[in-house]
């Protein structure tokens, strides 16, 4: 039987989302929740089998020593989260070892080599999303670990690459694939900038997923850059795009939290054949 990407989505992963939640306006708190519960409610209704989650490492897998563009996740379980203020209780979630070797096996065969671990820390950048989509945790996970944190970090283009491996993968295994993108919007955190949130580039962002999803294979790096080094994490949508074959995004909220100092937001993505 082939398999398929069954949901694609992009959402952020602050963690001061579950963290600090009544910081946040109540009315901004209250829209985010809506659309995090609204992607979780549809991605559990795509009935996957899997579930990719693509993030970035926040230093507690990778570092400078070594830092792969991607490194998927192998191991049998995850054990989470390493945050232990970020108010989500302790957790283990099955992984997905044998979908993983397909992944590293169809990256190899479209010219791409990540990294692989037999363990992955879940801190975060995991943990926030999942709490809300698979709050259960019964879901099979295989994370994707990006670098969105030390350049060189991989081209757009790399990334919406990725994606299209993530697909192929699913269509070989005969597995129902989602596949969700973790991280941004914009956001400096622990720098001279924390807590500035460009809403222009944001809603820009969105926008050109929105209604012409292929252009944001075009956007500047400068521009990126401008908002925030944690913007750099829109790197993990495309990689969900890449996954959903480019079809446009339907967004669900965003806002501009200060006390998160983030800006959030969530979309699904089409899915194209």
């Known amino acids: 039987m082939r398999g398929s990407i069954v949901f694609a989505a992009g959402v952020s992963h602050a963690p001061h989302i579950t963290g600090f939640p009544d910081h946040a306006p109540p009315e901004s708190k209250a829209r985010f929740y809506a659309a995090m519960n609204e992607v979780g409610e549809r991605l559990r209704a795509s009935r996957p089998d899997v579930v990719v989650v693509v993030s970035s490492d926040h230093f507690h897998n990778l570092f400078t020593d070594r830092m792969p563009a991607f490194c ?15 108010r989500i209780e302790p957790f283990t979630v099955p992984g997905a070892p044998s979908f993983a070797r397909a992944v590293m096996h169809h990256a190899f065969r479209l010219g791409m080599d990540p990294a692989f671990s037999e363990r992955v820390v879940v801190e975060h950048g ?32 790399r990334c919406f690459a990725f994606g299209q491996v993530l697909r192929a993968a699913a269509e070989d295994q005969g597995l129902r ?39 944001v ?25 890449g996954a959903a074959g480019g ?12 006390a998160w100092e983030t800006g959030c937001g969530a979309a699904v993505f089409a899915l194209e054949q």
């Open 72 to 86: 998927v996740g192998m191991a049998a379980e995850h054990q989470g989260p390493a945050e232990k203020w970020i």
């Open 126 to 157: 995991l943990a926030v999303p999942l709490s809300f989509l698979t709050p259960d945790f019964n879901v099979p996970v295989l994370p994707v670990l990006q670098n969105c944190m030390v350049p060189p970090l991989p081209p757009l283009r």
């Open 217 to 241: 294979l075009a956007l500047a790096d400068e521009r990126i850059d401008a908002a925030g080094f944690g913007a750099w994490e829109i790197r993990q949508w495309v990689t969900a795009l």
């Open 247 to 258: 079809g446009k995004a339907e967004v669900l909220a965003y806002e501009a939290v200060e």
């Open 177 to 215: 694939v989602a596949v969700v993108g973790t991280g941004g919007l914009s956001h400096a955190p622990g720098s001279a900038d924390a807590g500035r949130i460009d809403s222009e580039f944001d809603r820009d962002f969105l926008e050109i997923l929105r209604t012409r999803p292929m252009d």
